[in-house]
């Protein structure tokens, strides 16, 4: 474990992550710059709840010069490594960390730690839901990382006996030297290759999860993915995995029988709930339910609690939400699709009518796939964001530029909402499922879910 007191840290990032290991430093006997390439002007509030702390503010671009001050660099997670002031730190030797990582180094209580290129937070979510159901009188269960708070905000408070529940990112994965008790990979498919490069790049951050895993450790893997599975041969520990059909002979694992979800211990068969108690619409969702018992198996929980708690969870924030009604048309908040794939799945889940709001970010991810399934479904489309023209350019080329369906392009998100609700009709949907990350605009995909939620309801 790196000890950063009496140390001068810089902080890169002041959005969520950065703000969370600038404070958690700061308060732990660190000398703290926290600087971000945006304008002081937007976070003012952050300076202001800060200012009674030893930390310098340095905003509006990321001069090399601070090298010159530091001991060590804590980058959050949506800065990229390539950026020039990384890039120099790098070549430099000084060490490089995240707050997941001050995290990991500190926590005494068992984690269980989730990754994959889609479904984490649904899956955190239903593994943080079955830990409650499960744990005693006097455990705490802990849900965060990726997925809401930053953990680090709570480590003070996370007793040895508690349990964590912890989404982990790629950005997080690619600096961290720590592995979780139980490390569960849903899936690895093209995704952030504007960040990574290549997908050998991408696939290696993921696998960082298993890496620092011990014998006594276990790792869960996705029988049915192949960028999952392919990690087999780097687990350390015992091996748990997932999928639709049983696993063979002696293998542990989940899968569906007939309508059920059942665990297998490599010799007898157990019961968890029917695929219909599942409340999360869709079949990607029913592979997430398979991920979480198994992880809730693994982790020593009884099958009627992991029942329970995937039982409970009928809805997460940014996944499928639905906002509301207004005369006859339904708003569904799905910001955290933020690749086309999940585009696919949400329109898979979703029956009827679309108006669908693409756009944000992209991550050199191809679309091609998406346009064939606009070009069946036939929604409204809108577009916005940096990516609006990007994704315009292929929908058009599948429907060698006479498109069967009507496109808009706008370039604000803001526009699209608006222009969303002057086309939809009583009995069709709005469906924000962007295909883009929110960074062109936003902090996170939670901000652009958050406006969204306000826009609508400022309309109603």
């Not at 830990?131 to 680090?152: E, F, M, R």
């Not at 995937?310 to 933020?338: C, F, K, M, Y």
């Not at 969303?420 to 469906?431: F, K, S």
């Amino acid at each position: 474990m790196k000890d950063w007191q009496g140390k001068t840290v810089l902080v890169v990032g002041a959005a969520r992550q950065g703000l969370s290991a600038t404070r958690f430093l700061a308060t732990h006997g660190s000398a703290v710059i926290l600087n971000d390439a945006r304008p002081e002007d937007l976070f003012l509030e952050h300076i202001n709840s800060l200012q009674d702390l030893p930390i310098n503010f340095v905003f509006g671009s990321h001069p090399l010069s601070l090298l010159d001050q530091v001991d060590g660099i804590c980058v959050s997670g949506g800065v990229p490594l390539s950026i020039p002031l990384i890039k120099t730190a790098v070549e430099k030797g000084f060490p490089l960390f995240n707050d997941a990582q001050l995290f990991m180094d500190r926590v005494q209580a068992k984690v269980i730690g989730i990754t994959g290129s889609a479904g984490k937070t649904t899956t955190t979510t239903l593994i943080g839901e079955i830990a409650k159901t499960a744990v005693s009188i006097d455990q705490n269960v802990w849900v965060g990382g990726n997925i809401g708070n930053p953990l680090i905000n709570h480590i003070n408070e996370i007793k040895q006996n508690d349990l964590v529940v912890m989404e982990l990112s790629s950005f997080q994965l690619e600096l961290m030297h720590a592995s979780p008790e139980i490390a569960l990979v849903l899936n690895i498919t093209p995704n952030h290759l504007d960040r990574h490069g290549t997908m050998k790049a991408y696939i290696e951050a993921k696998a960082r999860i298993l890496q620092f895993q011990a014998e006594s450790d276990i790792a869960i893997l996705n029988r049915d993915d192949a960028g999952s599975y392919g990690l087999a041969a780097r687990v350390v520990g015992d091996l748990f995995t997932f999928g639709k059909e049983q696993p063979g002979e002696g293998e542990k694992g989940t899968f569906l029988n007939n309508g059920q979800i059942i665990y297998t211990d490599g010799k007898r068969n157990n019961l968890i709930l029917s695929a219909e108690e599942v409340q999360l619409p869709g079949q990607h969702n029913t592979m997430n339910a398979l991920a979480a018992a198994a992880a809730g198996i693994a982790a020593g929980f009884a099958p009627d609690s992991i029942r329970q708690g995937i039982q409970s969870v009928s809805g997460i924030p940014h996944r499928l939400e639905l906002i509301g009604e207004i005369n006859g048309v339904r708003w569904i908040n799905d910001s955290i699709a933020t690749a086309p794939e999940r585009v696919i799945a949400a329109l898979d889940s979703i029956p009827g009518k679309i108006v669908l709001l693409l756009g944000g970010r992209d991550k050199d991810l191809p679309w091609s796939d998406l346009a064939a399934v606009l070009h069946n479904r036939k929604p409204k489309v809108v577009l916005f964001g940096e990516a609006g023209s990007l994704v315009r350019e292929a929908l058009y080329k599948f429907e060698n530029d006479q498109p069967s369906y009507p496109i808009h392009e706008v370039s604000a998100f803001s526009e699209a909402v608006h222009k969303a609700g002057e086309i939809a009709q009583p009995g069709e949907q709005v469906l924000l499922s962007p295909g883009g990350t929110s960074y062109d605009e936003f902090t996170d995909f939670e901000e652009r879910g958050e406006l969204f939620r306000k826009l609508v309801e400022e309309m109603a």
